[in-house]
Nanobody
Framework: QVQLVESGGGLVQPGGSLRLSCVAS????????GRWYRQAPGKERELVAY????????TYADSVKGRFTISRDNAKNTVSLQMNSLKPEDSAVYYC?????????WGQGTQVTVSS
């Protein structure tokens, strides 16, 4: 079965860190670019980070530059998002996304809450 499964979300205090992981099954994630999106209540889903095929090329939303790092581990068929210096405004459901042969593939999302 072709799917993406995210993990690693949770509750963290401002200034803390979390690492999100997205595991692909049923296909080779290394053959496709990977993206992390997030959606907060009442807001549109926004692109947070992008990583190209084989890790070539990364881009970030201005709001997370210098704090978040996207990476991939082809051996584990995963794309990860390291989030440091978290702020309350980073609170959202985070989704992994891949465009696979012109079809959008989304994970179920993982909740990140930044609060004291």
């Amino acid at each position: 079965q072709v799917q993406l499964v995210e993990s690693g979300g949770g509750l963290v205090q401002p200034g803390g860190s979390l690492r999100l992981s997205c595991v692909a099954s049923g296909f080779m994630l290394s053959m496709h670019a990977g993206r992390w999106y997030r959606q907060a209540p009442g807001k549109e889903r926004e692109l947070v980070a992008y990583i190209g095929i084989n890790g070539v090329g990364t881009t970030y939303a201005d709001s997370v530059k210098g704090r978040f790092t996207i990476s991939r581990d082809n051996a584990k068929n995963t794309v990860s998002l390291q989030m440091n210096s978290l702020k309350p405004e980073d609170s959202a459901v985070y989704y992994c996304h891949v465009i696979r042969y012109s079809l959008d593939l989304w994970g179920q999302g993982t909740q990140v809450t930044v609060s004291s």
